[in-house]
């Protein structure tokens, strides 16, 4: 929690600054997010506890990767989709759930970055058209 608020300290009142740098640096796709994005997430990200929360969900990944590992008896038979994109943890989101998740399909997006609905999105829904089209009944 130390390192949460550290981050925090460095972040506060710099928001713009930070998310700036983010989506740039994640992001395969230039101009992705939009302005127009990026100002709504500017918006919420300024709210008491929400960039906490945000910090907290991407320094506990391998906690929760280890987790899913360890405490997982009986995986999901259900069919199960894991997007990834080629550019930021790739084949890693099907490597989280392989524990959890024993009908699993695994994409990674060609030449995307992190944010995969907004970098890629008539790709995305067309993955996910197909994926429940041919799962309807499963």
Same mark, same amino acid.
């Given at each position: ?6 981050? &925090?300290?460095? $972040? ?19 101009? %992705?997010?939009?302005?127009a994005?990026?100002?709504e997430? /500017?918006? @919420? ?8 929360s ?10 929760? %990767? ?5 405490? %997982?008896?009986?995986?999901? @038979?259900?069919?199960?989709?894991? $997007? ?11 490597? *989280? &759930? ?5 009908? &699993? ?10 944010? $995969? ?6 790709e /995305?829904?067309? &993955? /996910? ?7 309807? *009944?499963?």
């Open positions: 929690m130390a390192e949460i608020w550290r981050w &925090l300290s460095l $972040v506060r009142g710099r928001e713009r600054i930070y998310l700036d740098w983010l989506y740039q640096a994640f992001s395969a796709t230039p101009n %992705v997010p939009a302005a994005a990026v100002d997430y /500017l918006r @919420t990200y300024t709210r008491p506890g929400v960039m906490a945000a910090f907290e969900r991407y320094l506990t990944i391998d906690s929760q %990767v280890a987790h899913n590992a360890r405490y %997982v008896k009986e995986p999901i @038979t259900r069919p199960t989709l894991a $997007v990834g994109a080629e550019h930021v943890f790739g084949a890693a989101v099907g490597d *989280n &759930l392989r524990y959890a998740a024993s009908n &699993l399909q695994t994409v990674v997006m060609d030449g995307c970055g992190h944010y $995969v609905s907004e970098e890629r999105p008539r /995305l829904a067309r &993955l /996910l058209l197909t994926f429940f089209g041919e799962h309807a *009944n499963a």
